[in-house]
């Protein structure tokens, strides 16, 4: 087409443009409700307690990622809240301040594009398997999971570098990471498992705890089930 004419190609992006806009809108308040769901009922569960940590998905089809904000009280965080980052850490949308922990999100996802969701807590016995430099042994079924969980030590600066350190160490598809003096981060496919594994590993943490504040020695799990639980677990 000449002139002022528009051309089909032109129409239809026009077109195509807002409807566009608007699924991102979408995606973006479906993940949004999802996080704030999760982060309510870690809260509720007791790993995130009062030291509040940080939830994030991948917003699928874009190069950003949906995570929470550094907030005082789960409950006063809100969907509008959340804050959209890019990769390159490149902040899209702010209204609540960012924790320093976002850059830990960004990089695990660079390094697992398995990786849908993260949650990252200050569970209080889990920490103390971290501090305590406690091994994780095939007590219970849940515990399976979490043998061999890389342990990433605390530097002198929460910077980017740690923040790769952390997900080097989850590289080789590791489903958690102890941070040490500084509580635990989960992966998962979807925010679901990444929930479900905090939980599984602070209740793990709690009765290793337990049993040495008993100075009793677990009984493991026999090799042949532990084998098998490791192929339907992980």
């Given amino acids: ?39 309510d009922n870690l809260a509720r569960s007791g790993p995130l307690g009062a030291s509040v940590g940080s939830v994030s998905m991948r917003m699928s089809g874009t190069d950003s990622i949906l995570v929470t904000p550094l907030v005082p009280f789960v409950e006063e965080l809100t969907e509008k809240d959340l804050l959209e980052v890019t990769m390159s850490g490149r902040i899209m949308r702010k209204r609540g301040r960012p924790s320093f922990s976002v850059q830990m999100h960004l990089e695990i996802y660079k390094q697992r594009p398995d990786v849908e969701a993260i949650v990252h807590s200050h569970a209080p016995a889990a ?71 905090t939980l599984a590993l602070e209740e793990t943490a709690r009765v290793l705890v337990l049993c040495h504040l008993l100075q009793q020695v677990p009984v493991a799990l026999p090799t042949e089930a532990v084998d098998i639980l490791k192929q339907a677990l992980l």
Wanted: glycine share 8%; proline share 7%; net charge neutral.
């Fill in 127 to 197: 920490t103390v398997l971290g501090i305590c430099e406690l091994p994780i042994p095939p007590v219970t079924f849940d515990s399976v999971p979490f043998t061999d969980l890389p342990r990433v030590p605390a530097l002198a600066s929460y910077d980017g570098q740690w923040a790769k350190e952390v997900s080097a160490r989850l590289a080789d598809g590791a489903p958690a990471a102890l941070l040490v003096n500084h509580g635990i981060v989960t992966v998962g496919a979807d925010l679901q498992q990444a929930v479900r594994r």
């Fill in 1 to 39: 087409m000449q002139g002022g004419t528009m051309t089909v190609e032109k129409a239809a992006a026009q077109v195509a443009q807002p409807h566009a806009f608007e699924a991102k809108g979408e995606t973006r308040q479906r993940l949004a409700q999802q996080i704030i769901s999760a982060f």
